[in-house]
Each structure stands twice: as structure tokens, then as C-alpha cells.
């Protein structure tokens, strides 16, 4: 028997059941760390240098790069991505 196929809403949290605020703010912590992640890789910078440049310890980069997304909570992704030169932009479009 096939499962069957869903499309998504959009936001992979809407669709595992979050509720659509909580959702919202999850699948904003998740497109930073993405972004946050690709800035550190592309730039050639080690765990080490991105630390002083975002002002964190090496241990919160590693953290960074493996994805732990709980333990950043959107505000610190915001001033990380601040720290890093970049600006945060909110699409508020429905």
C-alpha cells in the first residue's frame, strides 16, 4: 500500500503539527542557522576564527554547524547574523 502524499504548506513545521506562531519562529530559527552555517562554510573561516568574529565561543560554532537548533534561540541567531555583517530581513507577506 502507498502512503500518501501530502503537499507542503510551506513550512515543514506547520506540517509536522506545530502550531502556525511557534511554527513561524521555528522555521525562522532554521532558515538563519542555514544561513549562518552556508556564511561560515563559504567564507573558509575555521570554527575558531567565526568564534571571534561572532564573539562566541568555538564550542556555540560547532553547535552551529551541526545543526542544534535549540540550543539558539532566534533573538542570539539575529545577533549573530548582526555580528557577522549581515542583515536580517522579515518577510511579512502572507
Known amino acids: 500500500m502507498k502512503e500518501p502524499i501530502t503537499e507542503s504548506s510551506g513550512n515543514v513545521f506547520v506540517d509536522l503539527g506545530f502550531d502556525p506562531a511557534e511554527a ?5 530559527r532554521a532558515e538563519l542557522m542555514t544561513d549562518l552555517r552556508e556564511f ?4 573558509g573561516m575555521t570554527q575558531m576564527e567565526a568564534a ?3 564573539g562566541v565561543g568555538q564550542s ?3 553547535d552551529l ?3 542544534k537548533w ?3 534561540s532566534l533573538e542570539m541567531l539575529i545577533t549573530l547574523e548582526a555580528r557577522a555583517g549581515r542583515k536580517v530581513r522579515l518577510d511579512l507577506a502572507a
Open 24 to 28: 513561524a519562529i521555528l522555521q525562522m
Open 40 to 43: 561560515i562554510r563559504s567564507s
Open 52 to 54: 571571534q568574529r561572532l
Open 60 to 62: 556555540r560554532v560547532s
Open 65 to 67: 554547524m551541526r545543526g
Open 70 to 72: 535549540d540550543r539558539f
